[in-house]
C-alpha cells in the first residue's frame, strides 16, 4: 500500500538518468544506462557497442522466441513503465473515488509539463490523448498539439465543460478514464531521456544500416527509403521484386517467426521494417540472412 507522499514521488519530474535507473527492471539495467549516460563519444560510435546495448535489451520482457520487426505503430514498453503503470493502478483501486480523481489526477500536470519540454511547445498547448489516432480526429495533426489561437475553434471529440473552451484540456475529455497511463508516460520519458534521444536515433539507424545495406546489393532487392543522414530512422521499406508483400510477410512469420507489416500501395509495394532498441544483433542478421536467401531462391512453392 501506497501513502500520498510515496505517490507524489513515484509521479515527481525525474531527473531524467536517476529516475529511470531507480525503478528498472530487471537487474543490470540500472548500470546499462548509466554506462550509455557516462559513453565518451559521438552517437554513432556509441550505436554500435553492443555491450552496452545488451543491458539496454534486457530492459524489456518481450519474448524471444519470435523476431519482432514491427514496431512502427506500437512497440513494447520496458519492464520499469509497465511497473510504474501497475503501481498506479493498484493505488487507483484503493478507492477510486479518491486515489485515482483526487491524488493521482492532478499529477497529469507533471507529464504534461515534461512531455511539452521534449516536443518544444507551452504546456497549455499539449493535450494528452489515449493515442496518435484520437489527437488526429481532434485536431487534424498527428501531433497532440494546438497552438493557443486555435484551441477555441476547434471541437473536441466528446463535450467538455463550456469553461474549457479555451483550454487544451477539453481534448482528453473522454469521460471516466484510468489515470495510470498517462502517469506510467513519466517512467517512459525517463527511460527515453536515460538513453538520450541522440544516442537512440543512431542506434536505430545503425541497425536499419545493418540489414538494408547488406541486401541493397541484390539485384531482386528495392529499398524504398532512403537511407542518407536525416532522411529516416528506424523504419525501412524494402521490396523483392516479383514478390507479393503480403506473401512475403506470411512466409517470414510462418516458417520463421519474424514479424514485419506488408506494405501493398498503388505507388509503393514491400514489407515495412521496424526494430526497435530491445532488438538484437543476432535478430537483424537472421533477418538479412533470410531476405538474402529468398531474393535468391523465391517463396518455396
Not at 53 to 66: I, P
Request: glycine share 6%; proline share 5%.
Amino acid at each position: 500500500m501506497y501513502t500520498r507522499r510515496q505517490m507524489l514521488t513515484l509521479a515527481a519530474p525525474p531527473a531524467a538518468l536517476a529516475a529511470a535507473a531507480a525503478t528498472l527492471r530487471p537487474k543490470g539495467a540500472l548500470a546499462c544506462l548509466r554506462d550509455i549516460a557516462g559513453t565518451r563519444g559521438e552517437a554513432a560510435d556509441v550505436a554500435c557497442e553492443e555491450a552496452l546495448w545488451a543491458g539496454v535489451q534486457r530492459a524489456f520482457a518481450v519474448d524471444r522466441s519470435l523476431v519482432n520487426l514491427n514496431n512502427g505503430g506500437v512497440s513494447p514498453s520496458p519492464v520499469a513503465v509497465q511497473d510504474a503503470m501497475r503501481r498506479y493502478l493498484e493505488f487507483s483501486n484503493q478507492a477510486p473515488v479518491h486515489t485515482m480523481w483526487r491524488v493521482l489526477e492532478p499529477q497529469r500536470e507533471t507529464v504534461r509539463r515534461e512531455l511539452a519540454h521534449i516536443a518544444g511547445c507551452d504546456a497549455e498547448e499539449l493535450a494528452i490523448t489515449r493515442n496518435t489516432s484520437e489527437g488526429m480526429e481532434a485536431c487534424q495533426t498527428g501531433l497532440l498539439i494546438v497552438r493557443h489561437e486555435r484551441i477555441g475553434n476547434i471541437w473536441p471529440l466528446m463535450a467538455a465543460p463550456e469553461e474549457l473552451d479555451g483550454n487544451i484540456r477539453k481534448f482528453e475529455e473522454i469521460a471516466t478514464h484510468p489515470a495510470a497511463n498517462a502517469l506510467g508516460v513519466g517512467e517512459a520519458l525517463a527511460f527515453h531521456r536515460g538513453l538520450g534521444p541522440e544516442r537512440k536515433f543512431a542506434r536505430l539507424c545503425y541497425l536499419r544500416d545493418r540489414w538494408a545495406k547488406r541486401l541493397a546489393g541484390h539485384p531482386r532487392v528495392r529499398l524504398h527509403t532512403s537511407l542518407l543522414p536525416r532522411r529516416a530512422g528506424a523504419i525501412a521499406t524494402v521490396e523483392i521484386a516479383g514478390l507479393e508483400a503480403a506473401a512475403l510477410a506470411e512466409h517470414l512469420w510462418s516458417r520463421h517467426r519474424i514479424i514485419v507489416a506488408a506494405i501493398s500501395h498503388p505507388s509503393v509495394q514491400g514489407i515495412r521494417v521496424a526494430p526497435s532498441v530491445y532488438t538484437t544483433i543476432d535478430e537483424i542478421d537472421r533477418f538479412a540472412g533470410i531476405m538474402e536467401n529468398i531474393a535468391e531462391k523465391g517463396l518455396p512453392a
